[in-house]
């Protein structure tokens, strides 16, 4: 007779579901102490397909979805033994489940105790067991609930407890910050293409010619399937007649690629050079014979296959832990175990893996420290609230040894629907000729390997380090985000150089950014049908004197109030979008979902009809902007290529 782990049985029992919109709700501790263990992963395999795989919030709380079927469930949480268990699923149940310790495993279980319990109507009755049974009962046994009840009847020894999965706070150091508090917010370059009107022609020079670092002469590139749909993950190359490679990028989960003609700031451009764009997708290759910049339009390639999609997403936090940043990392620990969380709900069937870096300076107790990519959230987390800021004592960092460790030393996915790098710092490396190289080397292997660095700025950066962190992330296929004072947490924050820009809590910024990085449309999906009566999109705004400042050239009275009238039809359309504006308009902006520019239209004069041709683009839905003043005036349409 022994003692069967609480989690075994009562997943016996409750494991169950059916067809209509069932779920299993249920919580996660510690077998010997109580302690909530939040974040656990909750992984659902059918034969060996992983097909669902949700996390347990930071109370251990957690709620999976599954149809009818046999399947294979694994609980996992660091410091603890994984509990493995096949399941009948037939029925809607709730659960309190309990792991024990591991004796062997490299992290300490924590001893914190859980909160009481609240009453078991906070939500909903729950049972754990305690049982002697028989040796023939073993780990990984089948039983339907009908056994449950043969079991009950049997001769042991049985105590029945309720208990309620409802808990208070729980965080994995007390010291921590709480996470929700740090505000922050994005520049998307992207989607403004004429991101260096930002900055003065001689600041931009300047920070230029500092870092040797200017991503110039755009060429963008999009693969989609024959019905539009975006092919993520191809490798794309940017190639002379001659058959040189000038850059090497990934498309990304919107089916594009960036690719620059050169990143240095001292690259003299060849006028007479043309370029070509080939590629490879799961073995099928493509050409642009003919390149153009994005200044021209974007390059595309349509290949006849199935659509199909990479269920892996690779996220890494590189941080920096110096002294510096003390006023702020116990905040940002909080925040990236919470936005870790929060980016694993985004989907149920997308394969998360985390990795974390941090970082100090030469001469400190250590350069670098890193934790491999883990699927293991609880093993993440254990890690990073294990960090603490010390050493620096100069202004910069060992920004590109964190860099190419990240980037070089960590075990990406060979195939992903995304990698993400989020560099959190507040100093910008040694600035050196040999650095330089090295951070140009870097950004090149990044975009090589499809992964996408965004720069997350805390207190203390001057605007040289601004210019390079922007520049990194355009060469990567990244954004840039920057905290903000709005918080009241650390040292003053530099305002970026942008005409406006929204704040946000910082996790909600970071999930948001993992969204738009991972979605993709289902290959099954259904746009709205062209054959709908669709009436034209108006859309109106009223500016006054304060919105128009230094406009005089879109309107003739800028100092009273103007209504901005602009139409644009069909929508839902498959290509041609006609559009007439009551004001002149300089530059329109069409762009996808994140934001980045994949067409511009020039000059266009009021009351006058112009055509856009999205048929190029992949099938979903886009946006047509452009500034008045101070305010973009924004508009959807949907793109369905057949």
Same mark, same amino acid.
């Given at each position: 007779m022994r003692h069967l782990n609480i989690l075994s049985i009562v997943l016996l029992s409750t494991l169950s579901l059916t067809l209509s919109a069932q779920s299993i709700s249920g919580n996660v501790n510690a077998f010997s102490s109580e302690v909530n263990l939040g974040y656990a992963n909750v992984d659902i395999y059918k034969g060996t397909e992983l097909i669902a795989s949700v996390l347990a919030d930071k109370d251990g709380n957690f709620n999976v979805k599954l149809d009818t079927g046999m399947y294979r469930t694994e609980i996992i949480y660091a410091g603890y033994k994984k509990i493995t268990q096949k399941v009948h699923v037939t029925d809607d149940e709730k659960a309190y489940f309990s792991l024990k310790e591991d004796s062997e495993?490299?992290?300490?279980?924590?001893?914190?105790?859980?909160?009481?319990?609240?009453?078991?109507?906070?939500?909903?009755?729950?049972?754990?067991? *305690?049982?002697?049974? *028989?040796?023939?009962?073993? *780990?990984?046994?089948?039983?339907?609930?009908?056994?449950?009840?043969?079991?009950?009847?049997?001769?042991?020894?049985?105590?029945?407890?309720?208990?309620?999965?409802?808990?208070?706070?729980?965080?994995?150091?007390?010291?921590?910050?709480?996470?929700?508090?740090?505000?922050?917010?994005?520049?998307?370059?992207?989607?403004?293409?004429?991101?260096?009107?930002?900055?003065?022609?001689?600041e931009f020079e300047q920070y230029s010619k500092l870092w040797n670092y200017n991503a110039s002469n755009r060429y963008m590139f999009q693969l989609t399937d024959s019905r539009g749909l975006p092919l993520a993950d191809a490798t794309v190359r940017l190639i002379n007649k001659e058959g040189k490679v000038y850059y090497q990028a990934r498309t990304d989960n919107t089916g594009k690629a960036e690719?620059?003609?050169?990143?240095?700031?001292?690259?003299?451009?060849?006028?007479?050079?043309?370029?070509?764009?080939?590629?490879?997708?799961?073995?099928?290759?493509?050409?642009?014979?003919?390149?153009?910049?994005?200044?021209?339009?974007?390059?595309?390639?349509?290949?006849?296959?199935?659509?199909?999609?990479?269920?892996?997403?690779?996220?890494?936090?590189?941080?920096?832990?110096?002294?510096?940043?003390?006023?702020?990392?116990s905040y940002l620990t909080a925040e990236l175990n919470d936005v870790m969380f929060k980016s694993k709900e985004i989907s149920t069937t997308l394969n998360f893996s985390f990795a974390n870096v941090f970082y100090r300076d030469h001469g400190d107790a250590y350069l670098t420290q890193k934790q491999e990519f883990t699927r293991v959230l609880s093993e993440s987390v254990s890690f990073i609230s294990d960090q603490r800021a010390g050493g620096g004592g100069d202004f910069e960092e060992a920004v590109e040894v964190a860099l190419d460790t990240a980037v070089n030393?960590?075990?990406?996915?060979?195939?992903?629907?995304?990698?993400?790098?989020?560099?959190?710092?507040?100093?910008?490396?040694?600035?050196t000729p040999e650095i330089q190289e090295k951070l140009i080397r870097i950004s090149l292997q990044a975009a090589a390997k499809g992964i996408r660095i965004v720069p997350l700025v805390a207190s203390g950066i001057n605007k040289g380090t601004e210019y390079l962190m922007r520049s990194i992330a355009l060469a990567t296929n990244g954004t840039y985000a920057f905290l903000t004072d709005d918080s009241g947490i650390g040292g003053s924050h530099l305002k970026p150089s942008t005409d406006s820009y929204e704040v946000e809590t910082l996790n909600d910024l970071l999930v948001r950014v993992i969204k738009s990085y991972t979605y993709m449309p289902?290959?099954?999906?259904?746009?709205?049908?062209?054959?709908?009566?669709?009436?034209?999109?108006?859309?109106?705004?009223?500016? !006054?004197?304060? !919105?128009?400042?230094?406009?005089?050239?879109?309107?003739?009275?800028?100092?009273?109030?103007?209504?901005? !009238?602009?139409?644009?039809?069909?929508?839902?359309?498959?290509?041609?979008?006609?559009?007439?504006?009551?004001?002149?308009?300089?530059?329109?902006?069409?762009?996808?979902?994140?934001?980045?520019?994949?067409?511009?239209?020039?000059?266009?004069?009021?009351?006058?009809?112009?055509?856009?041709?999205?048929?190029?683009?992949?099938?979903?839905?886009?946006?047509?902007?452009?500034?008045?003043?101070?305010?973009?005036?924004?508009?959807?349409?949907?793109?369905?290529?057949?």
């Open positions: 495993s490299k992290y300490k279980p924590s001893k914190e105790k859980a909160p009481s319990a609240g009453s078991a109507d906070d939500y909903g009755t729950a049972y754990s067991y *305690e049982m002697e049974l *028989e040796e023939s009962i073993v *780990e990984g046994d089948v039983y339907e609930r009908s056994d449950l009840s043969a079991i009950s009847s049997s001769p042991l020894i049985m105590k029945r407890d309720k208990k309620s999965i409802v808990s208070g706070d729980y965080r994995f150091p007390s010291e921590q910050g709480e996470a929700g508090r740090l505000t922050a917010g994005e520049i998307n370059d992207f989607s403004k293409w004429d991101l260096w009107t930002d900055l003065k022609d001689a690719l620059w003609e050169s990143i240095l700031s001292d690259y003299k451009e060849s006028k007479r050079e043309r370029f070509g764009i080939v590629g490879e997708y799961r073995g099928n290759t493509f050409t642009v014979r003919r390149a153009v910049r994005i200044d021209y339009g974007m390059n595309a390639v349509e290949l006849a296959i199935d659509c199909g999609q990479s269920q892996k997403v690779d996220i890494a936090f590189v941080v920096d832990a110096t002294g510096s940043m003390s006023d702020e990392l030393g960590l075990n990406w996915s060979a195939e992903a629907r995304a990698r993400i790098i989020f560099l959190i710092l507040d100093a910008p490396p040694h600035n289902d290959c099954n999906q259904q746009l709205p049908e062209l054959n709908l009566n669709y009436p034209e999109d108006t859309i109106t705004y009223t500016f !006054t004197d304060t !919105t128009l400042t230094d406009t005089s050239s879109v309107v003739d009275h800028p100092t009273k109030p103007v209504n901005v !009238t602009w139409n644009y039809y069909p929508n839902p359309t498959r290509g041609i979008v006609n559009i007439k504006a009551s004001v002149d308009i300089a530059e329109l902006y069409i762009t996808d979902l994140s934001g980045k520019v994949i067409q511009v239209v020039k000059d266009i004069k009021a009351d006058k009809v112009v055509q856009a041709d999205l048929s190029g683009y992949a099938s979903g839905i886009y946006l047509i902007r452009y500034p008045v003043g101070k305010r973009w005036v924004s508009g959807k349409v949907v793109v369905r290529r057949n």
